[in-house]
């Protein structure tokens, strides 16, 4: 089954306790990016990579950082995490063979600094 | 840059009626796709409907359908015969058919909040 498998999907955490959200898919896609959805902003691009140690700046990209060491997978390293931070997090995967083919979503992940 | 926007951040209608909601974009390019995610109180992200903006027919899907107005920049949501499963926040969201740096971003809206009346 196709899948994209975020964890954790729910943190509790303290401002400046450093952490991680992982991402990983099992479809061999190229594509992978990490989206933060706010209430009446909609969902936002944080970062993205195109593929092995290819990865580029979406809109909101202060206060994160990325890697992309494997093809599966594309963590989200929160270095020193403030509550402005506290958010819904999505990743993303799609094959990098044009902009018509279907990206698929994670589960999302519930992030919480206090 | 490329916006999208959802001027009705709820909407409510009876069960077995007919709702409409609303999209427009800003764009300078002429190639894109534009799509309608729902996202339930689960809060995955699911794919309702696609339109590629050089097809003039609007995209159906059973019970949703679009009525694109490329001119107008509008991308509007139907759904007819609402069901109790149709309630969720719906996102309206572009994305270029020739991304730039091949960044397949998809940029959306803030949402419309879907509630259906029993």
């Known amino acids: 089954e196709a899948q994209v498998t975020q964890n954790p999907r729910y943190l509790i955490t303290v401002t400046g306790k450093k952490l991680t959200v992982t991402c990983s898919q099992n479809?061999?896609?190229?594509?992978m990016s990490w989206y933060r959805q706010d209430p009446g902003l909609g969902l936002r691009q944080i970062y993205y990579?195109?593929?092995?140690?290819?990865?580029d700046k979406g809109d909101v990209p202060e206060g994160y950082k990325v890697s992309r060491k494997e093809k599966r997978n594309f963590p989200l390293i929160l270095e020193s995490p403030s509550p402005n931070q506290t958010s819904l997090y999505f990743c993303a995967s799609a094959i990098d063979r044009g902009a018509g083919n279907t990206i698929y979503f994670g589960e999302g992940s519930w992030l919480t600094v206090v | 840059a490329q916006t999208v926007t959802q001027s009705q951040p709820e909407m409510s209608v009876q069960e077995a009626e007919t709702v409409t909601l609303s999209c427009t974009y800003d764009?300078?390019?002429?190639?894109?796709?534009l799509f309608w995610y729902k996202q339930p109180p689960s809060r995955q992200m699911i794919l309702v409907i696609r339109q590629e903006a050089y097809k003039q027919q609007n995209a159906t899907e059973n019970r949703f359908s679009v009525n694109f107005q490329k001119a107008a920049k509008s991308f509007s949501l139907k759904i007819s015969d609402s069901q109790l499963g149709d309630a969720a926040m719906y996102f309206c969201?572009?994305?270029?058919?020739?991304?730039?740096?091949?960044?397949?971003?998809?940029?959306f809206g803030t949402g419309t909040r879907l509630t259906i009346i029993p």
């Open positions: 969201a572009y994305r270029s058919q020739y991304p730039y740096f091949g960044n397949e971003k998809l940029t």
């Open positions: 990579s195109m593929n092995v140690e290819v990865t």
């Open positions: 479809m061999n896609h190229e594509y």
């Open positions: 764009t300078s390019e002429s190639d894109y796709y």
